[in-house]
C-alpha cells in the first residue's frame, strides 16, 4: 500500500482544513488508517484512527470535537476535516495504514504517507 497525503497549508486559529490520505493497492479498504502529528521539537503522535469500514473510531483528547475522520473505500481514501483550529495544532500530518485493528502507537504501522504541513497562526 502507498500513501499520499494532501491538504496541509496555513490558517487562522478557528479556521478549518480537511486533508485527504489517497492510497493506491486493491486492498485499501482491508487497513485499518490513522493519522498522525509530529509539531516541531515533539515526538510524533496519534491524532485519530478508524477501522476497515469506517467504524471505531478514535479521537485524541486534544482534538475530540474539533477533528472529524472518515473514510471512501471506493475512492481509496481517507480523509480528516479539522475545524476550529488553534496555534497547537501546527505539526506535520502523516496518514498511516496496518492490517487489523487500529492502535495509538505509531510502530504498529506499516504504510505511511509522506505528510502534508499544517501551521494554525493565532
Known amino acids: 500500500v502507498q500513501l499520499q497525503a494532501s491538504g496541509g497549508g496555513s490558517v487562522e486559529s478557528g479556521g478549518s482544513l480537511r486533508l485527504s490520505c489517497g492510497g493506491s493497492?486493491?486492498?485499501?479498504?482491508?487497513?485499518?488508517m490513522s493519522w498522525f502529528r509530529r509539531a516541531p521539537g515533539k515526538e510524533r503522535e496519534f491524532v485519530t484512527g478508524?477501522?476497515?469500514?469506517?467504524?471505531?473510531?478514535d479521537y485524541a483528547d486534544s482534538v475530540k470535537g474539533r477533528f472529524t475522520v472518515s473514510r471512501d473505500n471506493a475512492r481509496n481514501t481517507v480523509y480528516l476535516q479539522m475545524d476550529n483550529l488553534k496555534p497547537e495544532d501546527t505539526a506535520v500530518y502523516y496518514c498511516?495504514?496496518?492490517?487489523?485493528?487500529?492502535?495509538?502507537?505509531?510502530?504498529?504501522?506499516?504504510?505511511w504517507g509522506q505528510g502534508t504541513q499544517v501551521t494554525v497562526s493565532s
Open positions: 478508524l477501522g476497515w469500514n469506517g467504524g471505531s473510531t
Open positions: 498511516a495504514a496496518r492490517s487489523g485493528a487500529g492502535t495509538r502507537s505509531p510502530s504498529d504501522y506499516r504504510y
Open positions: 493497492g486493491p486492498i485499501f479498504s482491508w487497513y485499518a
